[in-house]
């Protein structure tokens, strides 16, 4: 994407990704593969006694404790987009976002460890689209683990997350004419 988004718009500054990553396994691959490129900024927000056991460093790192409940998960994430925009996000740069929406730190699952309610997960992938809705940042989502004791469960969840989406996605149709005509311009 940033290649493409540079042969696009060679005066550009280059494109910033920022990766969110809600999965409750640590996005260790993606830590690692970028860490020390500053134009991509790695979030991942984890279970700490999760696998990974050995967890590469992140831009941040969020390690939840085991059986933590949607008061204090939501509140991690609003502290971490907080920070996302102090440490990386700048107004005059382009940005792309890239969300992970893993389903397992749902309380029915069967590897997370967590106890975030159906409710708490639908409120999170609000709260990531709707923050980069806010700075009309564009957004990639791609659904992340989900091992439900009842499968039904794993589904509803990445339900709501394809919900909350299409609802982002018709926002953004309705104003793609002018984006397009800024782009060009
Ligand atoms: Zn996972």
């Known amino acids: 994407m940033q290649r493409e988004y540079e042969m696009a718009h060679p005066a550009a500054k280059k494109l910033k990704v920022a990766i969110v ?3 409750v396994h640590q996005g260790n691959g993606t830590a690692k593969i970028f860490q020390g490129d500053e134009s991509v ?3 991942s ?3 700490e006694k999760n696998f990974p056991f050995r967890k590469e460093m992140s831009d941040h790192d969020v ?20 920070e996302l925009e102090r440490c990386f996000y700048d107004d005059s740069s382009p940005l792309l976002m890239l969300y992970l929406a893993g389903a397992d730190p749902h309380e ?16 999170r992938d609000l709260r990531v689209m709707d923050w980069a809705w806010q700075r009309r940042i564009p957004l990639a989502f791609a659904m992340g683990g989900g091992y439900g004791h ?10 709501g997350t394809y919900r909350t989406a299409l609802a982002y996605w018709r926002k953004w149709q309705a104003i793609s004419s ?5 782009l060009a311009a």
Do not use: F, N, W
Not at 150 to 159: H, N, R, S
């Open 108 to 123: 029915g699952d069967r590897l997370g460890r967590l106890k975030i309610s159906y409710d708490g997960l639908l409120t």
């Open 63 to 82: 390690d939840l404790p085991d059986g933590c409940t949607d008061v204090p998960y939501l509140e991690a994430l609003e502290h971490a987009l907080d």
């Open 21 to 23: 990553d809600l999965d």
């Open 45 to 47: 927000m984890h279970g």
């Open 178 to 182: 002018t984006v397009e005509t800024t």
């Open 150 to 159: 009842d499968l039904a469960t794993t589904l509803q969840v990445q339900q």
């Open 41 to 43: 900024y790695t979030l």
